[in-house]
């Protein structure tokens, strides 16, 4: 923790602050380990200081002791305002994307400090994981693969999305898990057009294709994957679209490696689908980062410029969805290697009959 604060230390004399304010909870717990609903981080050139209320003061001791605790006084405003004037900050840097325009308006009435916003500092730091949070990945990874075991043993005909959804859900959180972060994609049948098709009433029928997109939190990090299994036999429509998506998602998990842009590897999986004319049924990007958030950077993507660096944490995720008859997506975490990139979930790409 102390690293990452000294290097975004380092990174605001270069941005010409004094200060950040860091008000997004999945920066402020990077860079403390505090990770309590409320509380916001001040990171200065030589300290870094955390705000939180008399309710979460000892868990703030406890997971943030290279952090300074700061007196929290009634409102945001009025707890920055002595520490601003005691480390002499008159130049502060908040975060954009994650600063409500009413909480902007009070503080820049309240404080005696220029507001400067800015986008990213923190999000660059997380996008390469260090080797305790690839561990903790690879962890929870190796749960999915586990609960995915799990849950093609569950399935019936007759059961609805929901059913399954919630079994998945109670599987992983007897493995561990904290909490899930989205709602779980359930979609069989025609649902499966749904790139977000989440768990419905609807029951799953003999004959179906049925996507399942899950994941949880294992020790404050995020985890995801997606099958796409058949109950019964596959017809050979079903087939040949499975196979599109697994060629598609297995050639482009091959290519990824160091210095390969998030356009090329996105282009790698698009190229094999469009020759397998549904270029326009595959309609989002081939993938994201994962880590202390379920989408965060990098993007791979047709506009993604960003150069693909060892310790990169992201899915291959392409799909295709067609209304009126279903869909199907294959996703996996890969992690960024120095010569390539390795496999994070291990179930099989194979089409499973249930």
Sequence with gaps: MKERVQRLQEKLQQHNLQALLVSHPANRQYLSGFDGSSGVLLVEREQCFLFTDFRYREQAERQAPHCCLAPWK????????????????????FEEKHLTYGLYRELSQKLKA???????????????????????????AACLDQAFQHIIKFIKPGQSEQEIALELEFYLRRMG???????????SGERGAMPHGVASEKK??????????FGAVFSGYTTDMTRTVC????????????????????????????????????????????????????????????????HELPRLSPQSETVLQPGMVVTVEPGIYIPGWGGVRIEDMMLITETGAEAMTRSTRELISI
């Design 204 to 213: 799953v029928a003999r004959g179906e294709l049925l996507t399942i997109d």
């Design 74 to 93: 009634n409102n945001l405003p009025q707890s920055l305002a002595p520490v601003l004037a005691e480390t002499g900050v008159t130049r502060l840097g």
């Design 114 to 140: 220029e507001l400067v916003p800015v986008d990213g500092l923190v999000e660059e730091q997380r996008v390469v994981k260090d080797s305790s949070e690839i561990g903790i990945l690879k962890r929870g």
């Design 231 to 294: 109950l019964g036999e596959p017809d050979p429509r079903q087939v040949e679209i499975y196979n599109t998506v697994k060629e598609a998602q297995q050639r482009a998990a091959a290519a990824l490696r160091p210095g390969m842009t998030g356009h090329e590897a996105d282009a790698v999986a698009r190229e094999i689908i469009k020759e397998a004319g549904y270029e326009k049924e595959f309609g989002h990007g081939l993938g994201h980062g994962v880590g202390l958030e379920t």
């Design 177 to 187: 898990a904290t909490e899930t972060l989205f709602r779980y994609i359930v979609a």
